[in-house]
């Protein structure tokens, strides 16, 4: 059985920094698509980052381009988001998401709990 497992969120000023982390196990995701994700409260979850299978290329929504940087080590089944200048509007539970393919477009099937990340201004 797949488990995604996130860690690393927590309460940050504006402007500050998290580095949130996701582990994974009962399947090894070297060649496949992981995503970070994020539902804000009242909105629906959307695409924050996502690295294709060979982690040679990342897609980021707009909102995140030059603060946000994900990134994984597919020896230890890990992928991370290092999140910078923070914004409130970042506020959100974060998921990371484990691909059916290695393209960054691929359906997300596999899913974590979520950690909540809120930034106060």
């Known amino acids: 059985q797949v488990h995604m497992v996130e860690s690393g969120g927590g309460l940050v000023q504006a402007g500050g920094s998290l580095r949130l982390s996701c582990a994974a196990s009962g399947r090894t995701f070297s060649g496949y698509a992981m995503g970070w994700f994020r539902r804000a409260p009242g909105k629906e979850r959307e695409l924050v980052a996502a690295l294709n299978g060979s982690g040679s290329s990342t897609r980021y929504a707009s909102f995140v381009k030059g603060r946000f940087t994900m990134s994984r080590d597919d020896a230890k089944n890990m992928v991370y988001l290092q999140m910078n200048s923070l914004k409130p509007e970042d506020t959100a539970v974060y998921y990371c998401?484990?691909?059916?393919?290695?393209?960054?477009?691929?359906?997300?099937?596999?899913w974590g709990q979520g950690t909540q990340v809120t930034v106060s201004s």
């Open positions: 998401a484990g691909g059916q393919g290695s393209s960054y477009y691929s359906d997300y099937v596999y």
